[in-house]
């Protein structure tokens, strides 16, 4: 057998050496890239859970947050609803007594009205009762019959005074007295005439203004005033 020579042998254990450093350090490469990787691994499925239970904490507030807000949007509609009702309620109410309160209104004003007519009706009565008592046989006793009649009856003195058919002085004294309801009897023994005195003074008024038959003097003569 042959000798290996001792340069061969320090070369072979040299290169030996050197392979199995190589594997050496190989195999912890292997084993450090392994542990990387792992804790590579593990650290991306924590950060993907992290981000995966973030996402869903973030989607579950927002749908919380949803949801308070629908519901306060829902209680502010009707709470909104029931004010509005309220308010047409008691307008309608307010409405209605205001109805009610013009109503009574005008009745007060339509009974006071005719109370205060019944009162001027009741005055004139009186005050034509006390014309009807005067006796007007001087001029002086018929410018007070006549100041008395004008406070009753003042738009018919007017009309007398301003008529086209220009009356004598008899004439209105007739026509003034005859406006207070008398006959010619009366008449004529207020102003101390006689009967058929009156009678003429009364036809010639009737052919002055020429009175249709059957219609009284008075009542034509206020309608040519109006007409």
């Known amino acids: 057998m042959k000798r290996i020579p001792l340069a061969v042998l320090v070369l072979l254990i040299s290169s030996f050496n050197f392979l199995q450093s190589k594997e050496v350090n190989l195999v912890t490469e292997v084993v450090y890239l392994k542990s990387n990787y792992k804790q590579k691994q593990v650290k991306d499925t924590l950060q993907f859970f992290q981000i995966k239970g973030g996402t869903q904490f973030e989607t579950n507030r927002n749908a919380t947050n949803g949801k308070l807000y629908l519901g306060l949007f829902i209680t502010s509609l009707l709470v909104g609803i029931i004010i509005a009702y309220l308010i047409k309620k008691r307008c309608d109410l307010l409405k209605l007594e ?34 009807l008592a005067l006796k007007i046989l001087t001029d002086d006793e018929w410018g007070n019959f006549r100041k008395k009649f004008e406070l009753l009856y003042p738009s018919y003195v007017t009309l007398l005074q301003d008529s086209k058919f220009h009356f004598t002085k008899s004439e209105k004294r007739f026509l003034i007295l005859k406006k207070l309801g008398l006959d010619s009897k009366v008449i004529a023994d207020m102003i101390g005439i006689s009967n058929d005195s009156v009678l003429k003074t009364q036809y010639r008024i009737r052919k002055k203004i020429a009175t249709p038959k059957g219609t009284a003097v008075i009542t034509y003569l206020e309608k040519l005033a109006v007409s």
Do not use: G
Not at 99 to 126: A, C, F, M
């Open 98 to 131: 205001n109805k009610k309160l013009l109503l009574k209104n005008e009745q007060i004003r339509n009974t006071l009205e005719k109370l205060r007519l019944r009162i001027d009706s009741e005055e004139k009565v009186k005050e034509k009762h006390d014309l």
